[in-house]
C-alpha cells in the first residue's frame, strides 16, 4: 500500500495498510492499532469505520470471579484448550487501576509464557479506568478491534470486584463466573450478583476439599431460580487449571452457549444493547468535551458557580446547558 | 399557605407549604421531600427551585472504611457529639444495592435507637443503585434537601468498597476515613485509595491490640505524602466509638477542616465540582431519555442495530445522534 522511497512523515500513519496488515494476522499491526485506541489517536476514526464490515464474528467470553479462584490460570488453560481446536484467541485482562490515580496495580497480572512465542495467541492488559464504570470505555473498541482483526475467541478477564462482574458480563456474548473452595464468606456475600450473571459456572481448585459441596449447593440455589422453558440453563462445571482438567468440557459449554444464544437471539439483544451503550458513550463523552470547553469558555464551570451562589438549582442548570 | 375548606386532589402536593414546613424542622416534611426525590417526582423541579437560596450552609462529612471497622457504630457517637453543641444533624446511609437486581441489602444497617426520638436528627439510607458510580444520581439532591432544610451537618456513610469510598469523598466537605485494628490484608489493600481520599482519619477499636501501631503506620505513611506547605495535613485519632471515646475530638477536627477548606479555597473548589458533576449528571439523564424516546421512535436502537449490522461504527452512530 505504502509507495517505496516515498517521503513521509514520521507521525501519520497508513491506516489502511495497517488495518489491512492487522487483518492478515500480524500481531504488531493489531498491537499498533490497539495503541491508537488507548491513545486515543485522531486516526482512529478512520480504523473503526474500515474495522466496521467485519465485527460481530468473535465468541466474546468474559470471565470473572473473587481474586484467589485461579482466575489467570483458568484464562491460560482456557487458551491451551481454545488453541487446541486451531482457532486463534486474543486475551483482554482488565486491570483494576485505582480511579484516583490511574496507575495500574497489577500491570503484568498476566504472565502467560506458555502463550508468549505462539502467533494465534494475542495478549494485551487495559486499565479499567473510566468515569462509566469498572471498565473503561476504551475496552469496546479494543475488543471490536480484536473482534475484526480475526480472533475467533476473545477472553475479557476481570477481577470480580462489584461493579466489574456486572460489566464484563454486558461486554460479553457469554460470562464464565469462576469459584473455588475454601473462599468462605466471599463467595456467600457476592452470591447474590453473581446468580444473575453467570452463563457458565466453573468451580476452580477441583482436588481440594469443598470443592463438590460448593458445586452441589450451587446447582440447589440455581435450580431454584425461575426461568421460563426454553432459557439458558447455566451449567456448573469442575476443573483444575493448574493440571489444565475439565477445560475441553468448558470449552463444550461455551460453544453450547453461543449456540443456544444464537438460535433464541439472545446474541442479538446482548449484542444490540453492548452497541446502543457504546454509542451512547461516545456520544455522552463528546458532549462532555463540548460542554467543557466552547469558544466563550467553560460553560459547565459558569452554570455550577451559579448553582454554588444559589441563584439556580441543578435541573435549571442541566436545562440551560442542554439549550445553549 | 393552603386554604383550609378548599378540596384539592389527593396526589398534588402543596409544594411551597411542604418546603416551608421543611424548613421550619418538620421530619415529616423533610422525609416527604425525600420521598418525593426518590420517586423521581415531577414536583421535584419547584421543589428544588425553591430550595436553592437556602443551600450552601451545611457541612457534609463522608464516612468510609472498610466494613467491620465499625462504621455505624462511630456515626451514631458523632451524632452524638453534634447533638451535644446543640446542632441539628441528618445521617445519610448509602445502601450498597446490587447494581442488578436493585434491592437493598443491608436495608436497615443504621439502627441508632439512641436518636429515634430526637427531633434533631434526621437519619435516611439511600439506594446506591445508578450507572454513574457507587452513589445514586438521587443522592446529590437527597444532600440538598437536607441542607436546604437547616441540618447543620449531615453525614453521609458508605461502606469503603472500591469506587464508593471515591464517590464519597467526591460528595462531601470533608471526608472521615476510619480504620481499625486487626483488618490486616483489608487496610494495606485499600491504602493507595485511602491515602488519597482522607480529611480525617479515625482509627476505632482503640482498646484493642495493634491500634497505636496502626496509627503510627498511618502516620508515617502519610508524612511521606508530598503536600504543598499551607496544605491541610490529615489529623490520626483514637477512638472507640462503643464507648463513645474519642468522639469529641474527632468533632474538633472536623471544625478545624471545614475551616481550612473554607479559608483556602477548596471548600469553593470542591462544591464547585459537585455542582457541576450534578449539572452534568442531569443533562446526560435527559439526553438519555430524549434518545430512546422520541416521537420517531427509539433513535439509539436504530443506530445500534446499524452498528451491528456492520454498516456504521459507534463514533459514527454517535456523530449521527449529537447531529439529530
Not at 20 to 31: C, D
Amino acid at each position: 500500500m505504502t509507495a517505496a522511497g516515498r517521503p513521509h512523515p514520521r507521525a501519520a500513519v497508513d491506516v489502511a495498510s495497517l488495518v489491512e496488515r492487522a487483518r492478515s494476522g500480524q500481531a504488531r499491526a493489531v498491537a499498533r492499532l490497539l495503541s491508537l485506541v488507548e491513545d486515543e489517536s485522531p486516526a482512529l476514526r478512520e480504523v473503526m469505520a474500515l474495522l466496521a464490515p467485519y465485527t460481530g464474528r468473535a465468541h466474546v467470553v468474559g470471565i470473572t470471579g473473587a481474586p484467589g479462584v485461579g482466575k489467570s490460570t483458568t484464562t491460560s488453560a482456557l487458551v491451551t484448550a481454545v488453541r487446541g481446536r486451531g482457532q486463534r484467541v486474543a486475551v483482554v485482562a482488565i486491570d483494576p487501576s485505582s480511579p484516583l490515580s490511574g496507575g495500574a496495580l497489577l500491570g503484568d497480572r498476566i504472565r502467560m509464557s506458555d502463550h508468549a512465542t505462539d502467533p494465534g495467541v494475542f495478549i494485551r492488559s487495559v486499565a479499567s479506568r473510566g468515569q462509566l464504570g469498572g471498565l473503561a470505555w476504551t475496552t469496546p473498541q479494543v475488543l471490536r478491534v480484536l473482534d475484526a482483526t480475526g480472533f475467533d475467541v476473545v477472553l475479557v478477564e476481570t477481577v470480580g470486584v462489584g461493579q466489574s462482574e456486572v460489566d464484563v458480563a454486558r461486554a460479553a456474548d457469554t460470562t464464565v463466573v469462576l469459584l473455588a473452595p475454601g473462599m468462605g464468606d466471599g463467595i456467600q456475600a457476592s452470591k447474590a450478583g453473581i446468580l444473575e450473571i453467570g452463563d457458565v459456572y466453573v468451580v476452580n481448585k477441583a482436588d481440594r476439599e469443598g470443592a463438590v459441596a460448593v458445586r452441589r449447593d450451587l446447582r440447589s440455589v440455581l435450580s431454584h431460580t425461575e426461568r421460563p422453558a426454553d432459557a439458558w440453563r447455566p451449567p456448573v462445571l469442575l476443573t483444575s487449571a493448574q493440571n489444565g482438567e475439565g477445560l475441553d468440557q468448558v470449552v463444550e459449554e461455551l460453544d453450547a452457549h453461543l449456540a443456544w444464544a444464537r438460535k433464541s437471539g439472545e446474541l442479538e439483544r446482548r449484542r444490540l444493547r453492548r452497541a446502543r451503550e457504546e454509542v451512547e458513550a461516545i456520544a455522552m463523552t463528546a458532549l462532555r468535551r463540548r460542554w467543557a470547553g466552547t469558544s466563550d469558555g467553560d460553560r459547565l464551570a459558569d452554570l455550577a458557580a451559579r448553582v454554588l451562589a444559589g441563584e439556580l438549582d441543578p435541573s435549571a442548570a442541566a436545562d440551560e446547558l442542554l439549550d445553549s
